[in-house]
C-alpha cells in the first residue's frame, strides 16, 4: 500500500492490515538430531497456518498475518521440534512497520494500529532465549528528545513483571520459562514499542534442551 493509501485508509476509518502495517517474522529451526529435516517438516505441517501467508525458502520461514497468529504459528512449529526430545535452537525476527514494506514517512496509521500482547497458551516446555529489541525510530515522541533506550528498559521491566528476566547478557537479554511466556515477553516488547515507534524489530535466539541441562 502506498503512503497515500495509508493515509487515507486511517483518516476513512478503515481498519489496517497486517500486510499494511508491515507485520511479520523470519524464523529458522535446527534440530540436533540425524533426522532433523523429518522433524523440522512435521512441525512445519503440525501448525495451523489459517489466516497466514507463510513462506519457507532455503534459508528461513517467512510468516505474515497479524500479531497473534504469527506467534501462534512459530510457537507451535518450535514446540512440534521440541517434542521430539532433541536439543532445539530457533532464531526469530520479528519485524513492524519495515519501511522496504510499507512507508518511510511516518504514518498514524501505523501507531494507532498496534495489537494486544499476544496471547500464548502454555506448552509445557521450558526454553531460554537471548533476546534483543530494536526500536528503529530517531525522532522521538511529540515534545520529546529521541531516546531509543527508553523503550528498550520499558520492554525489560515488562520481562521482569512477566517473570521470565533473568539477567542482561552482552548485545542481549536473557529470558528463560514456558516456551509460550518466553515468546509473549519477546513479542510484548514489540507490540508494545510498536504504539509508538513505527519500525520496530526484535530478535531472539530460543534453546530447548541443551546440552548443559540435561
Known amino acids: 500500500?502506498?503512503?497515500?493509501?495509508?493515509?487515507?485508509?486511517?483518516?476513512?476509518?478503515?481498519?489496517?492490515?497486517?500486510?499494511?502495517?508491515?507485520?511479520?517474522?523470519?524464523f529458522t529451526v535446527g534440530v540436533m538430531a540425524d533426522d532433523f529435516a523429518g522433524i523440522i517438516l512435521a512441525a512445519l505441517r503440525g501448525a495451523d497456518a489459517?489466516?497466514?501467508d507463510v513462506q519457507t525458502d532455503p534459508v528461513s520461514t517467512l510468516v505474515r498475518g497479524s500479531e497473534?497468529?504469527?506467534?501462534?504459528?512459530?510457537?507451535?512449529?518450535?514446540?512440534?521440534?521440541?517434542?521430539?526430545?532433541?536439543?532445539?535452537?530457533?532464531?526469530?525476527?520479528?519485524?513492524r512497520g519495515c519501511p522496504g514494506?510499507?512507508?518511510?514517512?511516518?504514518?498514524?496509521?501505523?501507531?494507532?494500529?498496534?495489537?494486544?500482547?499476544?496471547?500464548?497458551?502454555?506448552t509445557g516446555i521450558h526454553a531460554s532465549a537471548h533476546w534483543s529489541l530494536y526500536?528503529?525510530?530517531?525522532?522521538?515522541?511529540?515534545?520529546?528528545?529521541?531516546?531509543?533506550?527508553?523503550?528498550i528498559y520499558a520492554a525489560i521491566?515488562?520481562?521482569?513483571?512477566?517473570?521470565?528476566y533473568v539477567?542482561?547478557?552482552?548485545?542481549?537479554?536473557?529470558?528463560e520459562g514456558d516456551l509460550a511466556d518466553v515468546l509473549a515477553t519477546v513479542a510484548a516488547g514489540w507490540v508494545?514499542?510498536?504504539?509508538?515507534?513505527?519500525h520496530v524489530t526484535s530478535h531472539a535466539v530460543i534453546s530447548i534442551a541443551s546440552p548443559r541441562e540435561v
Open 135 to 151: 526500536p528503529l525510530d530517531d525522532t522521538g515522541r511529540p515534545g520529546e528528545a529521541p531516546d531509543h533506550l527508553r523503550d
Open 1 to 26: 500500500m502506498s503512503p497515500s493509501s495509508l493515509l487515507s485508509s486511517t483518516a476513512t476509518g478503515e481498519a489496517l492490515t497486517p500486510q499494511d502495517l508491515g507485520v511479520g517474522a523470519r
Open 167 to 175: 539477567r542482561g547478557e552482552h548485545y542481549a537479554t536473557l529470558l
Open 50 to 52: 489459517a489466516d497466514l
Open 68 to 95: 497473534q497468529r504469527v506467534l501462534e504459528y512459530i510457537t507451535a512449529v518450535v514446540a512440534g521440534a521440541a517434542r521430539s526430545g532433541r536439543h532445539v535452537t530457533a532464531s526469530i525476527l520479528l519485524s
Open 192 to 198: 508494545l514499542v510498536g504504539r509508538s515507534v513505527q
Open 157 to 164: 521491566e515488562y520481562a521482569k513483571e512477566r517473570g521470565t
Open 101 to 122: 514494506e510499507v512507508t518511510c514517512t511516518v504514518t498514524p496509521g501505523l501507531l494507532a494500529g498496534a495489537t494486544e500482547v499476544p496471547d500464548l497458551p502454555a
